[in-house]
């Protein structure tokens, strides 16, 4: 049985490969706030059972293994705060915390019960997908809102951020899984993106428009 430790840098390596690709140790150690000595030892022990692949000075790679536990591990992470939005009375920018904490103790016996409660949700609350039982996801195609340009429309697909305080102003500036919008204005020297929403003008942060995923709806 894995660590709580080990279940998180799996995590991590899963969500920041998703994201970047390839995977290095400096990335890993930013995101999890250890020193690039302390995630160096804890890649090589992952490798050596097999979980990861990492050769010297190359990157961060999940194996096979790695990547249907990793999977598996998000899935539980999604169902519970999708459990603790539509049950439990959480708003989405609040479950960050409490999820942390159950996703190491849940069993697959309750998470496959949690998600027949929940009549099988395909996304969170944040709009990520949920792996299936076996740790497959299906990935949605989207950019991040800051690369869409003015005149061009899109759909918002998730938000991807477990800063709650982040997650709650993008929240309420409006941007919502499912919601849609068109960029009206990018302001140069990394100014705001403008985007027209809700029949309102919306200026945000290229730093928060980069974490806004989003589908096209210009081709």
Known sequence: MLSESSEMYLQAVFRLSEKNGEVTIG???EAMGHS???VSEKVRRLTDQGLLVHEWREGVALSEEGERVAGKLLRKRRLIETFL???AGYLPYEVHEDAC???HVISERLTEAMDKMLDYPVRDPHGHPIPSS????NKKDTVPLSTIGPGKQAKVSAICTTDAEMMKYIDDLGFKPDSTCMVVEKAPFDGPVTVA???KKVPIA???ASLVEVEPLDR
């Not at 076996?134 to 996801?137: E, F, I, M, R, T």
């Open 27 to 29: 990335q890993i150690a």
């Open 36 to 38: 690039v000595s302390t």
């Open 85 to 87: 939005v539509r049950m």
């Open 101 to 103: 904490r159950l996703e």
């Open 134 to 137: 076996d740790g497959k996801l």
């Open 197 to 199: 929403m809700n029949g």
């Open 206 to 208: 290229v730093s928060l």
